[in-house]
């Protein structure tokens, strides 16, 4: 199923940000201009895709790295945040 997100691309690139996102291949943190998208036929959705609020055609997210080049999947740059916060947590 397609993640409905509410929300729109540029508010989901500020929280990539906020949330100090990063490259999985070099670590260089996202920007709201690294992270970029294209759209899908809703028959071409997938688990990872995301449906922003009022747009009708699914769209693949990922980061393309301002250092190395390497493209993140979004899925990815938010396993890594959870992971993170989930350490943090261990550590307080
Ligand atoms: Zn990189």
């Not at 691309?9 to 906020?18: E, P, S, Y």
């Not at 055609?57 to 899925?75: F, H």
């Amino acid at each position: 199923m397609t993640q409905h997100l509410n929300m729109s691309i540029d508010d989901l690139r500020q929280t990539l940000v906020r949330n100090k996102a990063s490259c999985l291949s070099c670590g260089r943190s996202v920007t709201i201009f690294s992270v970029r998208h294209y759209t899908v036929a809703p028959e071409d959705s997938g688990n990872n895709h995301v449906m922003f609020a009022n747009w009708t055609r699914p769209s693949w997210v990922y980061n393309e790295c301002d250092g190395c080049g390497y493209q993140t999947a979004l899925w990815k740059m938010v396993k890594g945040i959870t992971a993170r916060q989930e350490k943090m947590a261990i550590h307080r």
